[in-house]
């Protein structure tokens, strides 16, 4: 692989990582106040940083969990040990997040969608909550992505 090709590839894993920040803060706001995902995404797109996103992404994580947000809930409920009212904003916004992508972003392969999720959660959520989004989105995969386990 030539150095541009890593600079290139090394400049759409930001890209993304980025997308995913944002689009994570976007439905961490709208967990807390469900408004019009409209006005949620305008406020992101003027903040810092924005033009660094990979906004195709961006747009796809965000309206994307909104729209199917009650199939998303029911995809990862039976993988989560408490009532979905008793999670924290950030770990609902990561799993659901993880999951529409998981499920709509196949050329993402599914332990980078995992690991991500992780990094965002190290981030943004409480001081172990990254095992649980781990476990979590580990069964969510053996689900959604059964063929590119079985051809692992």
Known sequence: MSDDDQKR???T???RRRSRELALQG???WFLNPSEVGEIDA???DAPGFDKADRAHYQSLLHGSVRNLED???QIQPFVDRPWPELSPVEKAVLVLG???MNTHLDIPYR???NEAVELTKTFGGTDAFKFINGVLDK???QARQAEIRAQ
């Open 99 to 101: 999951t529409h992508e």
């Open 72 to 74: 998303l809930i029911h």
């Open 13 to 15: 894993r930001n890209a």
């Open 43 to 45: 406020h992101i797109q």
């Open 27 to 29: 439905l961490y706001q």
């Open 9 to 11: 590839r090394g400049h």
């Open 140 to 142: 969510v995969a053996g």
């Open 112 to 114: 980078v969608v995992i």
